[in-house]
C-alpha cells in the first residue's frame, strides 16, 4: 500500500513532482504568446464578440434574451460586417483578460479607457460620456455635497477604472480637509446597490448613465449626487495592435453616428445623446 | 420578477442539474480508477496519480477552470465554455472521489481477498464479484457528500460563461435592481436536487441491506 504525499516522495517521483508543478506554473506565461487574430482571419471564422450580462443599461439579460445598449448595437453590426458574429455572454471578470489572451475578439460592453488598460488594449471610439458620480440612500440625509463623503464608506467594482480613479474623489476631498473613507469591492454593480439599500456602504461610485438607470428604475431608495471624476469615457477594447479589427469598429461606429441610431439608441438607454464624444481619447489615469 | 424570469432561472436549473450529472457520471470512474491504480501500486502510474490528486485537491475549481479556459487555446486545443466547465468538474472531482474509493479499498479485508484467489478467480473477476460490491457500500456516503459539494460548487462556472441557477438570478437582479426574489427562488432550486441524489443514496442503501438479508 502506497501511502503517499509530496513530501515523503522518494527522489525519482520528488523529480516528478516538481516537473509537473513546474509545467503548471508555466502555462500562464504561454498565455502571453498568442496573437490576437487579423481581420482576414475573422473574415474566416466570423467575429468573436464578448458581452456582459449585468451592466445594465449596456447590456444586460431580460427574460433570457440579451438587451442594452451594446446589444442593439450588435443586431446592427450583424447586418455591416461582411462577416457572421459569434457572442459570448458572461460576467464581467473573464472579459479584458479574454480580450487580451486572444479568446473573444472584442469586449462590446463600457469598458472605461484607462492608461493602464491601454498597455495591453486598444480601445475603439467612446461610446458614451461616463464621468463618474456618486449615488446615495435617498433618505440619508448626512450627505448633499462631496465634502460630506468625508470618511464615508464607498462601494464599486473590483478591478474597475472607477475604483482606479478612487483617488481623484480622495484629492477633491482633502482640499476641503477631508479624507476618502473605507473602500469596499465588488466584483459587479448589483451587489454594491444592494449593500447601499441595505446601509453597509454610504455610497457607491459609477458612472453617470448607470445611477441615472438605477436612480429612475427605483426613485424613492436612491439618489443621485455630483460628479467625482474629471472627463471619463468607455468604449469597446480590442487586444493591443490589432488596428485592422479597431479600424473596422471605428467604421462602423462613425456610420452609426453619422445615420443618427447612435444617438437615438443613446436616448432609448440612457436618457440623453452624447453629441460631442471624441472619435479618440488618451486617458489621463 | 415576471414569468419569463422564473422560466429562465428554471433553465439555469437544468444547466446545474446536466452539469453536475455529467461530471459526476464521468468523475467516479476515473476516480475509482485512479485509486484503483494507487491501491494496486502500479509502478510509476501510482506516483503519477498521487501526484495528480495532491495538485488537483489544492488548487481552487474557479482558479482551475480559468487557467483551462485561457491557457488551453495558446497551445493549440479550441474549448468552449460549456466544455471547459466540464473538464474543470471532471478533473476536480475524480481527485477526490479518488481518496474516498481509496479509503475504502484500504479497508477492505485482505482474508477475502487471498481467499477469492485461493478458489481460482481470476484478478477482474475477484474484483467484480468481492471487492467492488463491499467498497461501493463503504464509499457511498463519502461519495454523495463529494457530488453534493460539486453540487453547490458549480456557481463559480459562471466566470466562463455558463448560466447556471445562480447567475440566471444575478442576472434578474441586475435587470430589475430587486436582487431578493430571483435569489429566493434560487435557493430554493438547489435544495430539491440535492435532496434527490440523498434519496438515491437512501434507496441503494436500503435495497443492498435488503439483499444481505436475504443471503
Not at chain 1, 57 to 65: A, I, L, Q, S
Not at chain 1, 145 to 157: A, F, W
Not at chain 2, 33 to 62: E, F, H, K, Q
Not at chain 2, 112 to 130: K, T
Request: net charge neutral.
Amino acid at each position: 500500500m502506497t501511502t503517499c504525499s509530496l513530501v515523503r516522495l522518494n527522489s525519482p517521483s520528488r523529480r516528478l513532482a516538481l516537473g509537473l508543478l513546474a509545467a503548471l506554473f508555466a502555462m500562464p506565461a504561454l498565455i502571453g504568446a498568442t496573437r490576437a487574430a487579423g481581420l482576414d482571419e475573422i473574415k474566416k471564422r466570423g467575429l468573436i464578440v464578448a458581452t456582459e450580462d449585468d451592466f445594465r443599461p449596456f447590456e444586460f439579460v431580460k427574460d433570457g434574451t440579451p438587451t442594452g445598449f451594446d446589444n442593439e448595437l450588435i443586431e446592427d453590426m450583424r447586418k455591416y460586417a461582411p462577416f457572421e458574429i459569434k457572442q459570448q455572454i458572461l460576467p464581467w471578470t473573464g472579459i479584458l483578460a479574454g480580450v487580451s489572451t486572444g479568446k473573444y475578439d472584442v469586449a462590446i460592453t463600457a469598458a472605461i479607457i484607462t492608461k493602464e488598460r491601454k498597455q495591453s488594449l486598444d480601445f475603439t471610439s467612446p461610446i458614451a460620456d461616463a464621468t463618474h458620480y456618486y449615488v446615495k440612500r435617498k433618505d440619508d440625509k448626512s450627505i448633499s455635497s462631496i465634502k460630506d463623503l468625508n470618511g464615508k464608506t464607498v462601494g464599486v467594482q473590483a478591478g474597475s477604472a472607477l475604483l482606479a480613479r478612487l483617488p481623484e474623489l480622495g484629492a477633491m476631498l482633502e482640499k476641503e480637509g477631508g479624507k476618502l473613507g473605507k473602500v469596499v469591492e465588488y466584483t459587479s454593480y448589483p451587489e454594491a446597490y444592494q449593500d447601499l439599500a441595505l446601509g453597509r456602504v454610504d455610497y457607491v461610485v459609477n458612472t453617470v448613465i448607470n445611477l441615472q438607470t438605477l436612480v429612475a428604475e427605483k426613485p424613492a431608495v436612491f439618489e443621485l449626487g455630483q460628479p467625482v471624476s474629471g472627463k471619463s469615457f468607455p468604449a469597446w477594447a480590442v487586444a493591443k495592435g490589432n488596428t485592422e479589427l479597431l479600424e473596422f469598429l471605428n467604421g462602423f461606429i462613425a456610420k452609426e453616428k453619422e445615420n443618427g441610431r447612435f444617438a437615438e439608441l443613446q436616448k432609448k438607454w440612457f436618457g440623453q445623446d452624447f453629441p460631442n464624444l471624441p472619435v479618440a481619447f488618451e486617458p489621463e489615469f | 420578477m415576471t414569468g419569463g424570469d422564473v422560466l429562465a432561472i428554471l433553465q439555469g436549473a437544468v444547466v446545474t442539474v446536466t452539469l453536475s450529472l455529467t461530471g459526476i457520471l464521468i468523475g467516479l470512474p476515473i476516480g475509482l480508477a485512479l485509486a484503483v491504480l494507487r491501491w494496486a501500486d502500479v509502478p510509476i502510474v501510482a506516483r503519477i496519480v498521487a501526484v495528480y490528486v495532491s495538485i488537483l485537491r489544492a488548487t481552487p475549481l474557479v482558479t482551475l477552470l480559468l487557467l483551462l479556459f485561457f491557457a488551453l487555446p495558446n497551445i493549440g486545443i479550441a474549448i468552449g465554455p460549456i466544455s471547459a466547465a466540464i473538464l474543470a468538474l471532471v478533473m476536480n472531482t475524480a481527485a477526490f472521489n479518488c481518496e474516498v474509493w481509496r479509503a475504502a479499498l484500504m479497508n477492505f479485508p485482505k482474508d477475502q481477498y487471498e481467499a477469492a484467489q485461493s478458489v481460482g478467480m481470476n484478478a477482474a473477476l475477484r474484483f467484480r464479484r468481492i471487492v467492488l460490491p463491499q467498497i461501493v457500500r463503504g464509499s457511498l456516503p463519502g461519495l454523495v457528500n463529494e457530488m453534493s459539494l460539486l453540487i453547490k460548487v458549480t456557481p463559480v462556472l459562471a466566470v466562463v460563461g455558463v448560466v447556471d441557477i445562480t447567475r440566471a438570478a444575478v442576472r434578474i437582479g441586475a435587470e430589475t435592481y430587486d436582487p431578493l426574489p430571483p435569489f429566493l427562488v434560487a435557493v430554493a432550486l438547489y435544495a430539491p436536487i440535492v435532496f434527490a441524489l440523498v434519496s438515491l443514496q437512501r434507496w441503494i442503501e436500503r435495497r443492498q441491506s435488503k439483499a444481505e438479508a436475504a443471503a
